[in-house]
């Protein structure tokens, strides 16, 4: 298999993956981000909730999750997350 990394190429046999390791990893990266993302709302007095949303009206929202609760604000900001990107060749299952 020929591995093209920027401008260097690599020639390389037997690869082999650890995906307990790489599963550590990818876990290590979320929690280093999302805790970025916790602490900044905080400094910034921002207030967030985990769950599924549900817009009711133009200002209010069920959020289902770590609390049910009804909420309403004159903003509403919803993160959808993200979706992981696979690597082409590669079926994760």
């Known amino acids: ?26 876990e290590k990266s979320v929690k280093s981000l999302t805790g970025g993302i916790e602490l900044l709302f905080k400094q910034n007095r921002v207030d967030y909730y985990k769950g599924l949303g549900q817009l009711i009206s133009a200002n209010e929202i069920k959020v289902t999750g770590e609390q049910n609760q009804t909420l309403k604000a004159k903003n509403i900001i919803i993160a959808t997350g993200s979706e992981p990107s696979g690597f082409k060749g590669i079926n994760v299952i």
């Open 1 to 26: 298999m020929v591995l093209k990394l920027f401008y260097l190429q690599f020639l390389v046999s037997n690869v082999t993956f650890d995906l307990a390791t790489m599963m550590g990893q990818k």
